[in-house]
């Protein structure tokens, strides 16, 4: 035994078991998330229950099973619910029900009691309308109303789902029009004000200034007025089709199709029906912008404000993380000073990251942005431009954050190049200049890109420094668009860290937000893996590359 433990086999069996556990329970965690969050997708069956109400009479009940759980009978009796015929250490399943009809019944979630249940059943035809506003809506499709000719019976569902169609490509349309189209030339309009107090802060604001934005303005005005008649005309198509719609409970309710998205029929659909539209979800989830305050439709603004952040803060903290690692390494002499700069260099990888978001507010935005705005932007005060958090101080924010790591890899692999490679260019004729950038750097290229890798699975999970410096509940306008020049560095912008905050603690709908937590989580973490999956695929590109130049 003393041979065993002296020849260091318990210590790499268990070294091998300690990376075997973390990485079993890292994927359990990952399957765990996935699960949970992409499962939402799946068209769940609708259930009608009737169910016994505490004076005896019956209520109808239709929606999802959302969770179901056992309680104990004696908490729910301690809570002051009444239950006979039950022994005290029985338990009892209690189901959380999906309602959805939020303006009708002011809640999504409804909660039952297994011996409150008459009769649960699975009915064919009930429908799902999911909805611009107040959720989802669930019952019984009536009649259709398209310019006052209604459609009942047999061609329904047909005539309602090509209805629909209808309306989602004015929809579209429209939210074409109002974005791309008057978004422009509100962006024109504004240039033009600012232009106008640019001159007249500059004394230049004659007659014949004033008569030439004047004519802009009021070519920008016709175009407006024209683009605002057709965005009237695409509404007024759209306001033109009801569908009714028979609730829990018998009530009819008369739903302008201009707020519905879609209408599925899950008990009627097939496996492959679902699957289908499993694979329809996940899609509108990445592509589309969200609604009722980030716990319904999309996450693509978050997605978009993710890896341009990372991309931007990746090109500002790579250049400036190597000069300075090679000048520590290839130029700095080996003194106290230096020594100091790297001990500096290594304690501000463990600082809190909250510390860098106020130091990136106070410096990045209060004082560098103040003064950009006061030099370049003087028309658009006291509005400020670039004094205010934006993209390009939550970049330059993280940027320093992870600089340490690209600063330490870098070194790393700057000491790893032999030196008789660098005294035989030298030896050659070429000066240290042309050695580094022809021998060196391209030699630790490699060790360059797992700093860059560190810095972007670092940089694209920090939320707290970006609450300060950048990162919105919901951004307007993404940081690029089609108005010059084109990338905006000024906005502010959606992340998905502060999604998954926003939803999870902000959320005034607990229950419904649930899942897209989960959801948003999974997302990031493949944003990440995708961002570090093809910085590894291009550092073993370089590696190969140049590992002839190590013989």
């Known amino acids: 035994m003393k041979t065993w433990f002296k020849s260091g086999s318990p210590w790499i069996w268990m070294t091998a078991g300690a990376v075997s556990i973390s990485l079993i329970s890292v994927i359990g965690l990952l399957l765990l998330i996935a699960w949970r969050g992409l499962t939402y997708f799946w068209p769940a069956d609708v259930y009608q229950f009737e169910v016994r109400q505490a004076d005896g009479n019956a209520q109808q009940v239709i929606g999802e099973i959302y969770d179901r759980e056992q309680v104990p009978v004696e908490r729910l009796r301690n809570s002051g619910i009444k239950l006979e015929g039950l022994a005290p250490d029985a338990d009892v399943t209690r189901y959380l029900i999906k309602t959805g009809n939020r303006d009708q019944l002011g809640l999504d979630f409804r909660t039952l009691l297994a011996p409150d249940v008459i009769t649960q059943s699975h009915p064919k035809g009930i429908a799902v309308l999911e909805r611009e506003e107040n959720g989802n809506f669930y019952g019984f499709v009536e009649q259709l109303d398209i ?15 090509d209805e629909i169609a209808k309306v989602d490509a004015l929809r579209a349309e429209a939210q074409t029009l109002q974005s791309r189209d008057i978004g422009r030339v509100n962006f024109e309009l504004e240039k033009l004000r600012l232009k106008e107090r640019r001159l007249a802060l500059d004394g230049k604001l004659d007659d014949s200034a004033k008569t030439e934005l004047a004519r802009a303005r009021d070519a920008l005005h016709q175009q407006y007025q024209g683009m605002e008649k057709s965005l009237f005309a695409l509404r007024g198509a759209m306001d033109k089709s009801f569908v009714t719609v028979q609730m829990m ?4 309710v008369r739903l302008p199709l201009a707020k519905v998205l879609g209408v599925t029929y899950p008990n009627d659909m097939s496996t492959g029906q679902k699957i289908g539209r499993y694979f329809s979800g996940l899609w509108h989830f990445v592509s ?3 609604r009722e305050a980030n716990t319904e439709g999309g ?9 341009f952040m990372v991309l931007l803060m990746s090109i500002i903290v790579t250049p400036f993380g190597v000069i300075a ?3 520590l390494h290839e130029y700095a002499g080996k003194n106290l000073a230096t020594k100091i700069i790297r001990i500096a260099v290594i304690n501000l990888a463990g600082v ?3 510390v860098y978001g106020v130091f990136g507010l106070g ?4 004082f560098m942005g103040s003064n950009i705005d006061k030099l370049f932007f003087p028309e658009a005060l006291p509005t400020p431009t670039f004094g205010t958090p934006g993209v390009l101080w939550s970049a330059l924010t993280l940027a320093i954050l992870t600089l340490p790591v690209v600063i330490v890899s870098t070194e790393e692999g700057l000491t790893r190049i032999p030196s008789s490679l660098r005294q035989g260019s030298l030896a050659l004729g070429a000066t240290k200049a042309e050695t580094l950038w022809r021998i060196v750097i391209p030699m630790a290229s490699p060790a360059i890109m797992t700093g860059l890798i560190l810095a972007v699975a670092r940089a694209a999970g920090e ?3 970006l609450m300060l410096v950048g990162v919105v509940k919901l951004a307007p306008t993404l940081p690029v668009d089609a108005n010059f020049p084109f990338v905006h560095l000024d906005r502010k912008f959606m992340h998905l860290g502060f999604h998954i905050y926003d939803v999870g603690f902000q959320s005034p709908n607990v229950e419904a937000a649930r899942p897209l937590v989960y959801a948003t989580a999974f997302l990031l973490v493949t944003v990440i893996m995708t961002l570090n999956i093809t910085a590894i695929g291009i550092r073993n590109h370089l590696r190969e590359k140049f590992r002839s130049l190590e013989h």
């Open 147 to 161: 310019n006052g000719k209604t459609i009942l019976g047999e061609p329904l569902k047909a005539a309602l789902a």
């Open 249 to 252: 409970g018998g009530k009819s």
């Open 288 to 290: 589309d912008a969200p």
């Open 299 to 307: 996450v693509f603004p978050a997605i978009f404000g993710t890896v």
């Open 325 to 327: 690692a090679i000048y």
């Open 352 to 354: 809190p990251s909250i």
């Open 363 to 366: 410096f990045f935005v209060y």
């Open 463 to 465: 939320v707290a420094p």
